[in-house]
C-alpha cells in the first residue's frame, strides 16, 4: 500500500530558516546542514528498503498561488497566507506494509534537527494512496 506522509510549516518557519529574526529560533548554516544530513540519510535509507517512491519539500508560501470559485466564478489569491497558518511544506510517498510502518517512518522524520524547541509539536499527516475508486474508503 502507498502512504502520503504529509508536513507542515508556515511563511514565519521558512523565514526563520532563511535566517530573519521571527521570534522563533533562527537557523544557521550549520542548522541548515545538520538538516539537509538528516534528511538525505533518512531518504537513502527508505531508497535502500525499497519504501521510498518520492519525495519532495515546497517553496514557501510566498511563492503559493491559491485558486478557487466563489458564486460559479473562478478567482486567484496570492501568498502569502497568514504568517503563522500553516501549509503543506513537503511530502514524501512510501509503499510499505501497513499504515503503521508509515506511521514509524514519520515518527522518523519527526527527528529531523532543528534549532531551539520552536518545532517540539510539529506534526505529520499519514494519509493511503487510493490506487482506484474502491479505495476512497467511502
Known sequence: ????????????????????????????????????????TVNKELEESGELVETRGLTAPVHTRR????????????????????????????ECESIDRATEIAARLGQCPYPGNAYDNAYADIRPIAEAADDMGF
Do not use: H
Request: hydrophobic share 40%; proline share 4%; glycine share 10%.
Open 1 to 40: 500500500m502507498k502512504y502520503m506522509i504529509l508536513s507542515y510549516a508556515s511563511q514565519r518557519d521558512y523565514e526563520a530558516m532563511a535566517g530573519k529574526d521571527t521570534g522563533l529560533p533562527v537557523w544557521s548554516e550549520k542548522d541548515l546542514a545538520a538538516m539537509g544530513e538528516f534528511m538525505t
Open 67 to 94: 485558486v478557487g470559485a466563489r458564486d460559479g466564478q473562478p478567482f486567484v489569491t496570492d501568498g502569502p497566507y497568514a504568517e503563522t497558518q500553516e501549509v503543506l511544506a513537503g511530502y514524501w510517498i512510501v
